[in-house]
């Protein structure tokens, strides 16, 4: 047990020595051979690294399309919708000026033509968040 524990302390020096190297300490006990096998290392480790970045970064834009393109159907539809209420006699629109919630539109479906307040009105209202 006590060999292991030698190895042991022994391994975990050499680990902590080259950790030491990579952050640039402890440099003076190399030799120049040493040297350049450091830096092949660290530059072998930074295009690792680099390479890793880049997937996430293409990932993050993969998914911003994603959602770009579905804000934009979202969009599509609503348009659509809009106008396809606006040739309708039957539909009112009305914009507000948004307040807490934001800018919304309302379509207003109204079955005799008019709206009613109050109980028993005749009336279905749906709003829609306006996409700035």
């Known amino acids: 047990m006590q060999e292991n524990l030698e190895k ?3 391994a975990n020096f050499n680990i902590r020595k080259q950790i030491r190297q990579r952050m640039g300490e402890c440099l003076n006990d190399l030799g120049y051979q040493e040297m350049v096998h450091l830096i092949e290392n660290i530059d072998a480790a930074l295009k690792l690294i ?3 970045k880049y997937k996430v970064l293409g990932n993050q834009i993969d998914t911003s399309k994603k959602k770009f393109r579905n804000a934009e159907e979202v969009h599509r539809k609503l348009v659509l919708d809009f106008d396809a209420r606006q040739d309708d006699p039957h539909y009112g629109l009305v ?5 807490g919630g ?3 539109m309302a379509a207003v479906h109204m079955r005799d033509h008019r709206l009613h ?3 028993g009105g005749t009336s279905d209202l749906t709003t829609f968040a306006l996409i700035e």
């Not at 914009?95 to 307040?99: A, D, F, I, L, T």
């Open 102 to 104: 934001g800018p919304r």
């Open 117 to 119: 307040c109050g109980s």
């Open 95 to 99: 914009e507000n000026g948004g307040g």
């Open 8 to 10: 042991a302390k022994e």
């Open 50 to 52: 680099r390479e890793r």
